[in-house]
């Protein structure tokens, strides 16, 4: 029996997602609103993950409270996070009121505890793995009915990109027509086990806080960018028409080119933008060069790059060729960095010579990537939000932090 001291908890992990088809521009700032469609892979959550408890108690203090990472989070002035709870308080509002004998916990202050175990705000999706987690756990806590396609409408409102990361596998964030943002969902386009091979190494240039938010940037691109007008009209529907076929048909080189050519694009407007906005280095053009080399090498497309707003790499290819790709790309920065142990580095605990000889890519490329890298991740797609019995909040309510 609930008494005025019990402690409420849910706890869940969320993954992060990485676009093949680029969310950039919004329609409507206020209810985060995309001006194109996106999809995206989701990552496995046995490399990155967010875990979140969302708690809930008579004998917390009034205000709802986040802490992320150790550290006291100012919700109050995050229009973003208000904008969830308040979301989810009204759907328990509404289950409450349809069965009056559950215990009222919208009206119970929230305290909200989450780890990511990677670096936050670093162009790691830390945001979308962070804002699908924390509506995950509090729909949890909250009981509520609706679909992870319903709750990606709220998650929505966190970041955008949170969207994709309620759903594992390959997923689609419709851009919707609606103004008040109804039809703007996300939906699983194939789940992770339609094409479980797909791996993703992600080659950490930076672990910075990045320069030019997302925010601010996409602001900047629909407001100055003469190319971006064309990229949502155009561009972006007839490509992810495409990519929808190639993820159906498994069919890796229109997947990787049609991702390549996307990742460009949405650079390329970053560029077109007034002042002109950089996300991409050095390290990362080396990595371009690369890919594109150990394609011609071996003769087809066997990876493919994509960017973020900042630096870091990630390249995606089949489980079948990790000699040929992960295999080449160990073999130039095995020496400088971790990583390449974990769950998906089995196939290269063998490899000692690189898949590709180095001779067949660009030497330049080569040492500006082997200087620039400070760490890889190899993953793989994976899983949607899973609930968790590991809390981040105590029985009676105290803040466990690892
Ligand atoms: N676990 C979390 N729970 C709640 N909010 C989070 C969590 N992790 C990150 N966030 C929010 O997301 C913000 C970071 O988002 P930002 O877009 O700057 O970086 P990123 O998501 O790591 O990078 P990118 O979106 O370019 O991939 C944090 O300041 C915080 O507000
Ligand atoms: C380049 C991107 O990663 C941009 C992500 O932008 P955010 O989702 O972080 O933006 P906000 O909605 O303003 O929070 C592309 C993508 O993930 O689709």
Redesign the pocket.
Known sequence: MASESTVFRASTTAPVNIAVIKYWGKRDASLNLPTNSSLSVTLSQRSLR?L?TASCSAVYPAADS?T?NGKP?DIQS?KR?LACLSNLRSLRQAVEAADLTLPKLSTLPLRIV???NF?????????????A??VRAVADLYQLPQSPRELSRIARQ??G?ACRSLMGGYVAWRSGELEDGSDSLAEEVAPASHWPEMRALILVVSAE??DV??TEGMQTTVATSSLFATRAASVVPERMDAIETAIRDRDFPAFAEITMRDSNSFHATCLDSWPPIFYMNDVSRAAVRLVHDINRAVGRTVCAYTF???PNAVIYYLDEVSELVAGTFKAILGGTTGGWEGPFGQRLEKVTAPGVSLDQLDSRAVTVLKDGVARVILTSVGEGPVSVTEHLVSEKGEIIIN
Request: hydrophobic letters at 35%; aromatic letters at 2%.
């Open positions: 967010t979140t986040l992320l989070q995050s996070t989450s780890e990511n670096p936050t705000a670093a162009g790691l999706a830390s945001s979308a793995a962070g804002f987690a924390l966190g970041s990109s806080k990045k938010p997302s973020d707003a900042g």
